[in-house]
């Protein structure tokens, strides 16, 4: 099946860095989203990204969905202490099985730096 | 202006009991999406489901799983004669029609098998 390569698993931050994420896949993906989760609650949307080369942001965070439709990544500047969680891309292939499936990668955990 | 409801926050179940989680989509959504967290991984798109409709089942599991939606009530996933391996946490998204316009998660319900 289809699957979403998230890299890196997990980063430190201190307070102020600019942090870096990405997806790929060896398949196309017709929409990317990212979300990130806080321990013990649902995934919240971030991003939505609907067109390849599309670069959109939402305060300190910009992400763009890949020219070849197969890669997305995640910035965030000057990074601060409630950044911290987990952050996960999705995709939703052309086919959409039922256009409700989403695929997600495995998740980038952003922890401060001790 | 409720988010997606999902409730018990937390089961707990003896190995062959069954376990039955519960749904209740934002208002006005008609479409509800069940997931799973699988350790170290993303989450796993289980089923979607529209009023007493099953959509696409392709990630559910062939035996002991099922999902309802009901004209009246939450959507249900239930799990027959749960194992170990069923501890997780499930999520469901709900949205108000095809696509992924408004596609909100709820904030899981996490199951332990004993």
């Known amino acids: 099946g289809q699957q979403l390569n998230q890299s890196p698993q997990s980063m430190f931050i201190q307070e102020g860095e600019d942090v870096s994420m990405n997806c790929t896949s060896s398949s196309i993906f017709n929409t990317w989203l990212w979300y990130k989760q806080d321990p013990g609650e649902g995934p919240v949307l971030l991003i939505a990204l609907y067109k390849a080369g599309e670069l959109t942001s939402n305060g300190r965070l910009t992400a763009q969905f890949g020219i070849t439709r197969k890669d997305s990544f995640l910035n965030i500047s000057a990074s601060i202490p409630s950044d911290v969680g987990i952050y996960f891309c999705a995709g939703q292939p052309p086919d959409g099985g039922s256009q409700g499936n989403l695929i997600f990668g495995k998740g980038t955990k952003l922890s401060v730096k001790p | 202006n409720a988010g997606v409801m999902q409730n018990p926050r937390h089961l707990v179940r003896r190995r062959g009991q069954e376990a039955r989680l519960r749904c209740s989509p934002m208002?006005?959504?008609?479409?509800v999406y069940w997931y799973r967290q699988l350790p170290e991984e993303g989450l796993k798109f289980m089923v979607y489901?529209?009023?007493?409709?099953?959509?696409?089942e392709s990630g559910m599991p062939k035996e002991r799983f099922s999902a309802e939606f009901p004209k009246e009530g939450p959507s249900i996933l239930r799990i027959q004669q749960v194992v170990r391996g069923d501890s997780t946490a499930y999520f469901c998204?709900?949205?108000?029609?095809?696509?992924?316009?408004?596609?909100?998660f709820g904030s899981g319900t996490r199951l332990t098998v004993v």
């Open positions: 489901l529209q009023k007493e409709n099953i959509i696409d």
């Open positions: 998204a709900s949205s108000p029609g095809l696509g992924l316009n408004g596609y909100t």
């Open positions: 208002k006005g959504h008609s479409h």
